[in-house]
Every structure is written in C-alpha cells, then in structure tokens.
C-alpha cells in the first residue's frame, strides 16, 4: 500500500537529470515527499523535522555523480542519515557487572514483555550458558504470573516461585535473594504493563529499580507504535533511566519508524527485535534492516 | 487572546496537530482542508479553531459510532473477538462480560485462545469476576474445536450470549489467518448466521498500520465492528479516523483502563475533541 520513496522520487527528479548539483528548491521537493513517506512509516512528527533538516544540509549542492539519477541520489542520503541515526549495530544485553546481574523489563501493556522476558533467559541459557532466574512482579494483570511460569517450563528456564499476596517490590528483593543463593549469574524481572502517565505505577517502576538495582532496564516497545513512540519513551526513560530497547512484533508488516523516534528522543540504542511468537523468535537488531524497512526498499 | 489569519501556516498548524494524534497524512489533510474552505485567510480566534478542527473531525467519525446490538433474536448470540496480539481481545471479552450480567444476561466465554501460555487461565479469572462459564480445553489444543464445543455448550445451556476469545495473530501470517477461517467456518455448522458479531480490537498506541489490521481481518472473519483499547494513556488513536473515512465500521467501545468497568461507548464527539486537544 505505501510507495516506497525512491518511486516518489524518482517521479519528482526525472525532470532534472543531467544537472550537476542538486539546488536548494530540488532539494525542498523532494524534502516533502520524503516527510511524508517518513510519516507513513509511523516516525515521529518531531523526529522527521530534525532528520529532513539533515538531509537538507547534505542534499543541498551535493553532486549528481554520473552513474546516479538525483533520486538515488537522495534516497541515498536518506538512506545513511537514517542508519547514522539508528546508530550502531546490535550491542545485545550487556552482562558485565556482579552476579547476579538484573535485567528489568518495563513498558506498556500488551507490548511483548513477558514473552521477550523469556526469549532472553532462553537465549542467554542456551547460547551463552548462563544460569538464569526469572520472576514475573505482575500481580496485577490476570494470570501474569503464571504465564512466565509456563515460559520457564517451555523453556527449561528457572521461575521464582509464586507467592501469592507479594508486591511488586517484595517479589524483585526475594527474587535478588534467591539469585544470590542460588549462585545464578541472571535475573530477570518482568514487570507489569504500565501507561506511561499513570503516575503510582510509575512511582511503583521506580521503587523496584531502586530495590533491585538492574544493571540493563530494558523498555520492550511493539514496532507498530505510532507516533505515541516518542512520548512513551521519553517518559520511561525519565522515570527510570532506560539502558536500551527491545522493539517486537517486527515478524509484522509495520514500517517500525517507532524505532527511529525512540531512539531519537532517549539516545538509547535498540538492542533486541522480537520476529515471533515463540521463545526463539529473538534477532539482533541491524540498523540497515530498520532503514530499508523504513523507507520501503 | 488574539485573533489570528486562517493562513497557509496556521493550516500547517492544524495538519501537525492531526498527524501526532496518527489521524495520516491524507486524512490529516483532507481534513483541514474541508476546514479552510470558506474561512482562508479570515480571521480567527485560536479556540474557535480547535472547536471547529474537532467538528471537523466529528462528522467523519459520526457515521461509525454505532453501539453494540446483542438483541436481535440470536440464541446464543455469537461473538467472535480477533485482532493482533495483545491489542486486548481477552480483556475487552471480560468487560463486555461485566456489562453484559449487569444487564441481566447469561454470558458464556470461551477460551479459543489454545495458543498462547495461561491464555487460557486469563479469561478464567475473567469468568469468575464476572460470573460467566468458562468452556476451555487444553493449551496446543486445536482453536477450531473448542469453539465447536463452546457452540454445543452454549447452546445446551441456553446462555444468551457467548463471547468467544482467540489467540492475537499478525494479519500478514496467512497460516494463522487460515487457521481463524476455519473457525469461522466451524462455528457455522452450528449455526450458519454464526459468528453474528466479529469485532476487531484495535490498540489506540498502533500507528499507520491499523489500516491493513481492518483491512485484512475484514476480509478474512468479516470483522462487523471496532473497540479501541488503551485510550487511557496519551495515544489519541487518530488511526481510527482514516478508518472510519476507508471502511465505515461501527465502532462500538472504547478500551480505558485495565478494570472490568473500563470500557465505554464511542462518542464520535469526545473522540475528535481529544484528538483536536480541546478535551
Ligand atoms: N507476532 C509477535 N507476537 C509477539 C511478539 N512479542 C510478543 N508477542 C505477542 O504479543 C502478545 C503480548 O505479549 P506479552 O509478552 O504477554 O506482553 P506483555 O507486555 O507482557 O503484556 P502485559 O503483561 O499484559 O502488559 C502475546 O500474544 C505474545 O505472544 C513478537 O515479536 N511477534
Ligand atoms: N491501559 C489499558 N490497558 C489495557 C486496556 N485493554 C487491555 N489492556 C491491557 O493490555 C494488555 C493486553 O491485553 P489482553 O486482553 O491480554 O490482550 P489480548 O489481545 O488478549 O492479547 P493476546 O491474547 O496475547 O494476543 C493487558 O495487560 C491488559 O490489561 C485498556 O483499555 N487500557
Ligand atoms: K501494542
Ligand atoms: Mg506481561
Ligand atoms: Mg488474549
């Protein structure tokens, strides 16, 4: 249904070929073309100003080499002002700190936390031999904390046990207890989903981060976000300080532009892209993949 | 506050406002252009903007809000709840059931979501909040069947309404798209007007992409209906807009919280107002 824009582009150039440098009016006509197609891949409205900005200052007098029309021209300069952006290729969860090391899981409801909770602890048993332990602090949504459990199971993976009547703060210092009995090297505490603006859930996100003091916080956020990206990220990253984000539901046809905007207003790189639902369904995130993915190449 | 020039950039203004509520681009600028005509370069009072953008916005959207109907003579009546993963089938399932044993009906749920780990333990807990039987079966179970089943139960039981959940599925996956056809087609051996109500959930924080959502839903399970979940938090859902002007679906409910009383009939008019920020 979308058009990719080296079409659009190439409708706005064909005009122009054989000129040597593109001019400051050539460059504007394509700059709304590229907005748009920027739009329609659900990138922030704040987040597509500031990149059409750079564009324009690389576009603007760059020369047309003789292998190449205007339009690939552009969409070349788009194309690496946007992998510029994304930043640098996946980085993965970082486990360099003491044992046991904590991973927090936070993000809205629904996003793909849970699952990513476990494809992480699967990941991190099978391929990098860890002893891992997860602990599911939502009480709150219906039969939460058994669907961590049956993950574990699926998985071969530790779960806490469950306690009924705990809070979400007790559930993450008996779960650091545990791992540190237990001589596991992670935990990972899958939280409950929480809206950005609610303000004693948000007040609760930071009491276990405090109680539990993660080494990654990791804001697990569906690729089909609109332009909402920008202020949920921004908010969980103020509240606690995310280290990095775990994009899902990339296994979608969603354009992922939520990846640019999240990216842009915390500074926080992507680390993890969810394909699936199954508990391998984990990737490393390539910033060329999200570019091309963007712009419909 | 001053009066203002309707102008090239105060339009542009207006598009901006539109564009971060995912309302798209067309739409955004259908909209504001059918909002200059008559009024270019007038001038304006800044709130009389907002009133007339969310009028704008209003009369799109009027057509599609359309309440639920469960009386049509349907026994059971059968509602099947589909969408993308984790858009809020399941807990929209246990509010409609909340509001429908308030009204005084005998409310069947079934647990068609045969996929997912403790899916199936969820919308228990939801049956026991809200008093309604739940027929499950087993997870790795086949989908298909246990809506045959729930069908035959709810039918022996003579429950007025049976709400059947099913497993999240991205509309782009075929297979698990065929696998949500063949339980339409099981349900309608027990009753060929069956499903009467296929209604699509749709999360507000989903951008451009809730587009094919309907659109490919609709034409594999016939999706009757709209529910926006999570309008709750600072998405305004605008997407359902460009809905509305595409496919004029009904859009029965909205989804504004995580508790069982949280769900709310769509008024086309609070809808645009939050959208145009004057809400
Ligand atoms: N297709 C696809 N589905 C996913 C992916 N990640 C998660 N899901 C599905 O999305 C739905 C929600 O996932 P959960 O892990 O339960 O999400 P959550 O954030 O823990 O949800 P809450 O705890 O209710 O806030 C489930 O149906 C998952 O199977 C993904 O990468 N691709
Ligand atoms: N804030 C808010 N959360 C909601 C709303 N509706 C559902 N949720 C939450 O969103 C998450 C996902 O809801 P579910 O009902 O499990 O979604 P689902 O579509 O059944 O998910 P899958 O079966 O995994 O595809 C849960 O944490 C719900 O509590 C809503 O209107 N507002
Ligand atoms: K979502
Ligand atoms: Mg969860
Ligand atoms: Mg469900």
Known sequence: ?297 | FTKRKLDATMLEELEDILIQADLGVDTAMAITERLSEGRYDKEIEPEEVRAILSEEVEKVLEPVARPLDLNRGKSPHVVLMVGVNGTGKTTTIGKLSQKLASEGKTVMLAAGDTFRAAAVEQLKIWGQRTGAEVVAGDTGADAAGLAFDAMKAAKEKGVDVLLIDTAGRLQNKTELMDELEKVIRVIKKLDPDAPHDVILTLDATTGQNALNQVEIFGKVAGVTGLVMTKLDGTARGGILVAIAAKNQLPVHFIGVGEGVEDLEPFSAKDFASAIAGLA
């Open chain 1, 1 to 297: 249904m979308f058009e990719s824009l080296s079409d659009r582009l190439s409708g706005i150039f064909d005009k122009l070929t054989g000129r040597g440098a593109l001019s400051e009016n050539d460059v504007n006509e394509a700059l709304r073309e590229i907005r748009r197609a920027l739009i329609e891949a659900d990138v922030a409205l704040p987040v597509v100003r500031s990149f059409t900005d750079k564009v324009r200052n690389r576009a603007v007098g760059a020369e047309v080499v003789k292998s190449v029309t205007p339009g690939q021209m552009v969409v070349k300069i788009v194309h690496d002002q946007l992998i510029e952006m994304l930043g640098a290729e996946s980085q993965g969860v970082d486990l360099n700190a003491a044992a046991p090391v904590a991973i927090m899981m936070v993000g809205l409801q629904g996003s793909g936390k849970t699952t990513t909770t476990a494809k992480i602890a699967r990941r991190l048993t099978q391929r990098d031999k860890r002893k891992v332990l997860m602990a599911s602090l939502d009480t709150r949504r219906p039969a939460a904390q058994e669907q961590l459990k049956v993950l574990g199971e699926q998985n071969d993976v530790d779960s806490l046990p469950i306690i009924e009547g705990q809070g979400p703060v007790e559930i993450a210092k008996r779960a650091m207890t545990a791992a540190k009995l237990g001589g596991y090297d992670v935990v990972l505490l899958d939280t409950a989903g929480r809206i950005h603006i609610d303000e004693p859930l948000m007040a609760e996100m930071a009491e276990v981060k405090a109680a539990a003091d993660p080494h990654e916080i990791i804001l697990v956020a569906d690729a089909l976000t609109g332009q909402d990206a920008v202020n949920l990220a921004k908010n969980f990253d103020e509240r606690v300080g995310i280290t990095g984000i775990a994009l899902t539901r990339m296994d979608g046809d969603g354009r992922g532009g939520a990846a640019l905007s999240m990216q842009a207003v915390t500074g926080k790189p992507v680390k993890l892209i969810g394909t699936g639902e199954k508990s391998d369904a984990l990737e490393d995130f390539h910033p060329k993949r999200i570019a091309d993915r963007i712009l419909g190449m």
